[in-house]
């Protein structure tokens, strides 16, 4: 634990995580809510992994969301979403508490909301240069086009870019077709920990998972207590809802650039 208390790189302290969440401790817990607002926003984001990835944790940590100590913005969208995997009800009413149902949209909403973007991307123009800033902040951490991104999920550069209505509908519904390469695993160990990502390697002895920050994890075999596909994707829904109509013509100029 002395690896996270400030002293040592963030290199070092993002490896001291990563190795202190294979642990069930609740000492581990108490010290990273302890180091918790000491932490760099990156190491913020890792600890809330940790801490969510395993239900006791993760009720301690939604404790102090409850008290007011964090706001409820702090935890991700994608966090969220970890938290709905354990299937814990005090940790579901807590969640509902403060970010209301977390759940996939119904084909009314994912229709609603596909026309009212096209409306705003028909109200004007984009930017390409902005639209590029944007791919980099929301899109390139999984997705590559061109030179940029990474390769988590579907290469860009090759998708049928210059239709619209298929990007659209990719975007805001990407549950409708989830090519088996990028199926998303949820993986449950012996001792609770849940971890979900894409299954990129697999032997007799263990899996290995590549999770949305582009970090593998590999797990025993004797170490897994249940392991399935999972028909949500990785990729969220709500990707555009946070941009203006401006950003998101110009995440569409970008996108749609030949």
Same mark, same amino acid.
């Given at each position: 634990m002395k690896l996270v208390n400030g002293s040592e790189t963030p290199a070092i302290q993002l490896a001291a995580l990563n190795l202190l969440s294979r642990f069930s401790d609740?000492?581990?817990?108490?010290?990273?809510l302890v180091q918790y607002a000491k932490m760099d926003a990156r190491l913020?984001?890792?600890t809330r992994d940790v801490l969510l990835g395993r239900a006791d944790s993760a009720f301690a940590f939604l404790q102090e969301i409850e008290r007011g100590t964090y706001p409820p913005d702090e935890v991700s969208a994608g966090q969220l979403r970890q938290v709905a995997f354990h299937n814990d %009800?005090?940790?579901? !009413?807590?969640?509902? *508490?403060?970010w209301g149902n977390i759940r996939a949209g119904t084909p009314e909403?994912?229709?609603?909301?596909?026309?009212?973007?096209?409306?705003?991307?028909?109200?004007?123009?984009?930017?390409?240069?902005?639209?590029?800033?944007?791919? %980099?902040?929301?899109? !390139?951490?999984?997705? *590559?086009?061109?030179d940029d991104g990474k390769e988590i999920g579907p290469d860009l550069t090759k998708a049928n870019r210059q239709d619209q209505s298929y990007l659209l509908v990719s975007i805001v519904d990407p549950n409708t077709q989830i090519r088996k390469e990028y199926l998303n695993y949820v993986l449950v160990t012996v001792n609770g920990r849940v971890l979900n990502g894409l299954l990129v390697e697999e032997s007799p002895a263990s899996v290995t998972l590549l999770n949305a920050k582009?970090?593998?994890?590999?797990?025993?075999?004797?170490?897994i207590e249940e392991l399935k596909a999972s028909p949500v994707s990785l990729m969220p829904e709500d990707l555009l809802k946070k941009l203006t109509p401006q950003q998101v013509r110009d995440l569409f100029q970008y996108l749609q650039q030949k």
């Amino acid at each position: 634990m002395k690896l996270v208390n400030g002293s040592e790189t963030p290199a070092i302290q993002l490896a001291a995580l990563n190795l202190l969440s294979r642990f069930s401790d609740e000492q581990i817990t108490k010290r990273l809510l302890v180091q918790y607002a000491k932490m760099d926003a990156r190491l913020r984001s890792q600890t809330r992994d940790v801490l969510l990835g395993r239900a006791d944790s993760a009720f301690a940590f939604l404790q102090e969301i409850e008290r007011g100590t964090y706001p409820p913005d702090e935890v991700s969208a994608g966090q969220l979403r970890q938290v709905a995997f354990h299937n814990d %009800e005090r940790l579901n !009413a807590m969640v509902r *508490k403060h970010w209301g149902n977390i759940r996939a949209g119904t084909p009314e909403e994912k229709l609603a909301e596909i026309r009212r973007i096209s409306n705003d991307l028909r109200a004007g123009s984009g930017n390409v240069a902005h639209g590029k800033l944007l791919f %980099e902040q929301q899109c !390139a951490t999984c997705h *590559k086009l061109f030179d940029d991104g990474k390769e988590i999920g579907p290469d860009l550069t090759k998708a049928n870019r210059q239709d619209q209505s298929y990007l659209l509908v990719s975007i805001v519904d990407p549950n409708t077709q989830i090519r088996k390469e990028y199926l998303n695993y949820v993986l449950v160990t012996v001792n609770g920990r849940v971890l979900n990502g894409l299954l990129v390697e697999e032997s007799p002895a263990s899996v290995t998972l590549l999770n949305a920050k582009n970090e593998r994890t590999t797990v025993g075999r004797e170490d897994i207590e249940e392991l399935k596909a999972s028909p949500v994707s990785l990729m969220p829904e709500d990707l555009l809802k946070k941009l203006t109509p401006q950003q998101v013509r110009d995440l569409f100029q970008y996108l749609q650039q030949k």
